[in-house]
């Protein structure tokens, strides 16, 4: 699974931040990680140098394998803690798409073949 990781210039003054969201994110998708093809994270500062309450927001988006994009968004105070509210989301909203696909698999039961 690729990991593409983008932010704007407010936030990449921290050090490392990439590193650390990346490997949060991928320990909470690991399970996930065989089904999706790509996950895209985003991160931003929304008031920039103004400051305020959980301006600091992280969006992901999932591709899973010949599916469409699902994709959330998090915001909290700083990118870590929205990084992981994103990557949590993210892991229910997988969950629930990967066991309709399963349920609504339409394999028939050998006890309902005739």
Do not use: W, Y
Request: glycine share 8%; hydrophobic share 30%.
């Amino acid at each position: 699974m690729q990991i593409q990781f983008n932010s704007d210039s407010s936030v990449m003054g921290t050090e490392n931040v990439a590193e650390r969201i990346e490997a949060a994110v991928r320990q909470k998708l690991s399970r996930f990680e065989n089904r999706l093809t790509r996950l895209e994270v985003h991160v931003r500062d929304e008031n920039g140098p103004k400051g305020g309450a959980d301006d600091k927001a992280c969006t992901i988006e999932a591709r899973p394998s010949g599916g469409k994009p699902i994709g959330v968004t998090e915001h909290a105070s700083s990118v870590d803690d929205a990084a992981r509210r994103a990557a949590g989301t993210l892991a229910q909203r997988l969950e629930r798409h990967f066991g309709k696909s399963e349920r609504h698999g339409h394999d028939p039961r050998p006890e309902k073949v005739m």
